[in-house]
């Protein structure tokens, strides 16, 4: 350890500085693409794959300019139609821009063109087409844009700069609940610091998956690789200091302290990361790409975490000394060597006091709070509108709003048919025969004459369930044409496309994470009837923080769930409940084998109570964080976790998993017979 601690530090010195420019460029591999989250074999992909290659330039940012005016639109709105037509002719494709569309009312024009030029110029184009409109227009003439240029726009409108803000708003927080903890001005750097340089790696990592393996990254990904790094890492670092903090006490040498502090938290740790890192690569059994591509994202920031806590934490504690833990330095003394720990701590001996005085009551009590919690789900519903991802007003969803009001419901989203050429006549024929289709302009053909493209408008407003079953009759009138090879896109059936997805995730991939964390438990507890009851807990915690969450979330006004969110929450739930259950369990058995089922319960439950409650309430406080963003989905993922953490750390691990293992007896250790 003397010599090691140095040539670690020099290997996480040099790897950080090789992986910082990488870390930096993962924001130019985001995506806020919605068919690039849906699975290869979606028909909305498919479609999406027809268009791009067929129509080349579909795929391009589309700017919709609205120009509304309640009354009717005067002859100097009119004048300001034309001029900023003439200057938008500047971004658009082909240099030209096609003539306003009226709306029946008279009272709003629309003017749509794709944007010329890369990616980048695209979203400057949006951008100064934003302030074009917003360039002193009559009184009273409401203008906005919209379109996948102006939804865009907003998008990296919203969040620029909020990587930086969502990394000190979680670095703040955890810095203050590490002051709290150690009550130390120097310590609560260290893991800080360590985990600042996890974060950067696991960051390089995923930005070479997304620049090389094709991996799918979008916002929600990237800001929950933050906080999980942040919080996860944390965690780990609360654990080994508390250990090394006791053994320093013990041993007058401080490498010899770290050796044996690692060597008894290092299990704990580890079983703990594999946990969460092996549960989260679960999700890779997802066709919903945003929730699949969210397990190797999760699973290396996890990693990352586990190493530098393991690695680089221990080798800076061993270097600086004792004098970091200032002003409550521990101190060598022989009478510490036979010391029991846990007479210092005297509240969560109190907890644990109460608990193995009535386990049965307890646990019962604890478990009809839960099931009470669960009522709060009713609350919640699945589907998140376009027009409500952002937690403030934006340009796009202005936009949407204006188009919807004096416009048919679906004309700012047609639904988009890809056909063959010859066909297209029985196509368009079937399409217009379909309930729910307001109209179906002329085709349109490709440059090598082999397909047409048929923009079919619906009815209903593009996000709502009778437009999603407009989209399905639609499919199948234009699938039944003979040799049409007919595919349906468009954002509502990319919407009605995620929804099958992910309803389609939650039966395969829930029962698949419940069985692989069940098996890690069997293997680390080397028992059976003591990882069932621990499943059953964090089911239990799982519906509980939903119920809990719901009424949050509906005081807030965000109570419609993005469709493949329900699936992610609950594998960090599962996940990160385990976790701490981890932690309380492995000493459990560990005191169990020296003093007793009873008496090792009570005694695990008050050394670990403090550290694993500091634990806690850093990785809610960081998954909390998320409400910084301005996606209502962030804010959701945020709200829910950070309840079950809480919930799981003062009820589950504090109360009815104690109480439960002293009711059931030693048979929890089943098959071993540990006393």
């Known amino acids: ?67 509304a005016r309640e009354g009717g639109l005067t002859p100097a709105d009119r004048v300001k139609v034309e001029a900023d037509r003439t200057v938008f002719s500047e971004y658009a494709e082909g ?27 695209q979203s400057d184009a949006a951008g100064d087409i934003k302030d074009r409109l917003a360039n002193a227009p009559p009184a009273g003439l409401r203008t906005a844009l919209t379109g996948s240029a102006g939804a865009e726009h907003d998008l990296f409108d919203a969040f620029g700069g909020m990587d930086l803000t969502l990394v000190l708003v979680t670095a703040g927080v955890v810095a203050l609940l590490l002051l709290f903890t150690y009550r130390s001005p120097v310590l609560w750097l260290i893991p800080l610091i360590c985990v600042g340089v996890a974060s950067q790696v696991a960051s390089a990592v995923v930005y070479l998956l997304a620049r090389h393996a094709g ?55 580890l079983a703990s990361a594999a946990t969460v890192a092996i549960g989260l690569l679960c999700l890779l059994a997802a066709d919903l790409n945003s929730t699949r591509s969210l397990g190797p994202v999760g699973a290396v920031g996890i990693a990352a975490a586990f190493l530098a806590m393991t690695t680089l934490l221990p080798a800076i504690l061993v270097l600086c000394g004792r004098w970091l833990f200032w002003p409550f330095v521990p101190r060598y003394t022989e009478s510490a060597v036979g010391h029991d720990v846990a007479e210092d701590h005297g509240v969560w001996a109190k907890v644990a006091g109460g608990v193995g005085r009535r386990p049965r009551l ?37 936009g949407q709003r204006l188009i919807e009001r004096h416009f048919p419901d679906g004309a700012a989203s047609p639904a988009l048919i890809l056909a063959t050429a010859g066909t297209s006549d029985q196509v368009v024929a079937a399409a217009r025969g379909a309930a729910g289709i307001a109209d179906v302009p002329a085709p349109r053909l490709s440059a090598d004459g082999a397909w047409v493209r048929i923009d079919a408008v619906l009815t209903d407003a593009p996000d709502s369930d009778a437009a999603k079953d407009t989209v399905d009759r639609l499919r199948a009138a234009v699938h039944a044409v003979p040799g049409a090879q007919a595919v349906v896109g468009g954002d509502t059936a990319t919407e009605l496309d995620t929804q099958r997805a992910a309803n389609r995730d939650n039966l395969v991939v829930i029962p698949l994470i419940l069985g692989v964390v069940f098996l890690i438990l069997v293997v680390l507890l080397r028992a059976l009837v003591a990882p069932l ?57 560990e005191e169990v084998r020296q003093v007793g089922h009873e008496p090792g319960m009570l005694r ?29 989905p962030s804010v959701q993922t945020g709200v829910i976790v950070a309840a079950g953490i809480l919930l799981d750390t003062f009820l589950i691990r504090s109360l009815l998993i104690p109480a439960l293992v002293l009711h059931v007896g030693p048979r929890v250790w089943w098959p071993l017979a540990l006393t």
């Open 362 to 398: 307890v646990w019962i009590g604890t478990a009809v709070a839960l099931v009470a919690l669960t009522l709060g789900i009713g609350n919640l519903s699945l589907g998140l509108p376009a027009s409500e991802t952002f937690t403030k007003e934006v340009g796009s969803v202005t």
């Open 215 to 269: 991996l799918t990254v979008d916002f929600q990904g990237q800001s929950v690789l933050t906080v999980l790094v942040f919080g996860v890492g944390v965690d780990y670092a609360l654990l080994l200091i508390a250990r090394y903090r006791e053994e320093l006490r013990r041993h007058r040498d401080r490498h010899r302290a770290m050796a044996v502090a690692l060597r008894r938290s290092f299990p704990a740790i």
């Open 604 to 632: 695990a439950l008050t050394v670990t109570g403090g550290v694993i409650t500091s634990a806690g309430l850093v990785l809610a406080a960081t998954f909390a964080a998320l409400g910084v963003l301005p996606l209502v």
């Open 1 to 67: 350890m003397r010599a090691l601690k140095f040539l670690v530090l020099a290997l996480w010195i040099g790897l950080a500085s090789v992986v910082g420019p990488m870390a930096v460029k993962l924001a130019d591999v985001v995506t806020d693409d919605a068919v690039a989250w849906l699975p290869q074999s979606a028909e909305a992909t498919a479609a999406y794959e027809r268009a791009k290659a067929a129509f080349p330039g579909s795929d391009r940012l589309v700017a919709v300019a609205v120009y």
């Open 95 to 121: 240099g030209s821009v096609p003539t306003p569309v009226a709306s029946a009312d008279g009272q709003a024009l629309l003017v749509s063109f794709p944007l010329a030029g890369d990616k980048d110029q």
């Open 533 to 589: 009851l621990l499943i059953g807990s964090v089911v239990l915690s799982y519906a509980a923080a939903m119920g809990a969450a719901g009424f949050v979330l509906d005081a807030m006004g965000y109570t419609k769930l993005f469709y493949g969110l329900p699936l992610q929450t609950f594998l960090f739930l599962v996940a990160l409940g385990v976790d701490y259950t981890i932690f309380l369990m492995t000493r459990a058995r």
